[in-house]
């Protein structure tokens, strides 16, 4: 390392520099102290400054020789709404509530040492921009800047910029062919639900544990979507509610954050194909728009938990709802409007053939009279076989439960018949489905079997994304002409 005094007190200017930005931090936009201490520091090398580009934006440029050639360097100058908590520092943030947490004090010191050696020495040929700009961490700075005719007015060949990397050793710079910081996006996700007192979650519709399924589900779209060898991250930040500690909300805003290199890979995060089929009651504020939100990005949408009339339901199929799930939640009460009894969201799909049902076909759910009468009104592509999945769920390990009759333990964090041989609510329970459509409502095999596999796939597109594979996406059992188990593979694993 250079020990000169020259280099000494370059050091010790540079971290002047970044302590005074540190303490006086300003968020987007709103940069006027730092902006005007950033400026007076080049003017002070004799440079031009011109202000007010894009907001707080300003350039000032050095030119040398007769080199035609321009490039930039640029720094942005906004902080983050994070209160700093080092009270050990003497240069910790005054402003509450506002810090330099990502760095941008050390970025603008560096832009600020790079010209001071650019000026000192002037051993170059062409021209050099001193770029800082405001509001990045919201994405609009540049923009403002680029609207603000930035590059008309300072036209360059190239723009450079640098990042802090906490970890890097001192005096170590990184870089790679290619992107080396990722193009971030945002998203904002709201649902909405049915809120209630927390004691009573059966009347409700509680989009606390929608949101946590989204959350979940969001995770899988880097690990299932994207190539394992390409960068993606997807990360939910911010998840607010409308409730309080004894009340089920009725509304969650989840807000998060992505990261790419490439615009592919950025379309693929904002339009990735994991939520295949979503449920929807048709008579909750914001139902139908969703509804049609949902439809035009190719999501199955479906009606359930609800209690809509049949306005309701037709303004729902208007929008692109197209199947019925938890038919035995959807029936009308014999609700009265005047003197007019009125039907409800099941009522309503047995009367249009482009609404398909989702039916729990155990005797428990529904009843086989109901079950007769969705196989004669909807026929058997008109019905898909759907599992209570989820039994279980969430349980401690070794917790032993009774579904519909069958004793169940939790193994491994999975759900299992007592005698181990398949996952209950899964493969066990869709053969209980099948041999109750072909025993009680007289549905053929192959017919019944169409309604456990390929009319719910084709429900949500799944028969267009080839093969499912065993073990990975589902279970696989062989049944015989009379009902009876011929193969069973769980996990990957036969099991006899």
Known sequence: MDTTNAALDFDRQLTQW?????????????????SA?????????????TRGIGGTGFVASLSCGDGRGVIGLRAEMDALNIHEQAPERSHASVRAGKSHACGHDGHMSMVLGAA????????????????????E????????????KLFERFPVDEIYGVHNIPGLRAGHMATRAGGIMASEDNFVIRINGRGGHAARPHMTIDPIVIAAEVVLALQTVVSRSVDPGVPAVIS?????????????PGQVVIKGDTRSYTPAVQQLLEHADVIKRITIAPELPGALEAIENFHARKISVSGGHSDAWDDEAGSGFARGMRSVTHTFNCMSNARRRGVCRVAGLLEFALSEPKISCELIADG???????????????????????????????????????????????????????????????????????RTMVQKVDVPLHEAVA????????????EKKGQLTVGADA????????????????????IS
Do not use: W
Not at 116 to 135: H, M, S, Y
Not at 451 to 462: F, H, K, Q, V, Y
């Open 18 to 34: 970044r302590h005074r930005f540190h303490r006086v931090p300003e968020t987007g936009f709103e940069e006027h102290e730092t």
């Open 364 to 434: 428990h759910h529904v009843s086989p009279t109901l079950m007769r009468m969705l196989y004669r009104a909807k026929g058997a592509g008109g019905i898909c076989l759907v599992t209570d999945a989820t039994a279980g769920a969430g349980l401690p390990e070794g917790s032993r439960f009774s579904l519909f009759g069958n004793e169940c333990l939790v193994e491994g964090g999975v759900c299992l018949l007592a005698d181990h041989s398949a996952l209950a609510g899964s493969a066990s329970r869709m053969i209980d489905l099948v």
């Open 475 to 494: 279970d696989f059992v062989v049944l015989s002409p009379e009902l009876e188990v011929l193969r069973v593979s769980v996990g990957g694993e036969e």
């Open 116 to 135: 001071k050696l650019l000026c000192e020495r002037r051993d170059f040929n062409g021209t050099v921009c001193f770029i800082f700009q405001p509001a």
């Open 137 to 148: 961490e919201h994405g609009k700075g540049a923009k403002a800047m680029i609207a603000d």
């Open 236 to 248: 939910c930040t911010e998840l607010f509610t409308d409730g309080i500690r004894n009340a089920i």
């Open 37 to 49: 201490f950033a400026a007076e520091v080049l003017e002070g090398f004799g440079l031009e400054v």
């Open 451 to 462: 309604m456990a596999t390929r009319n719910p796939a084709r429900a949500i597109g799944l």
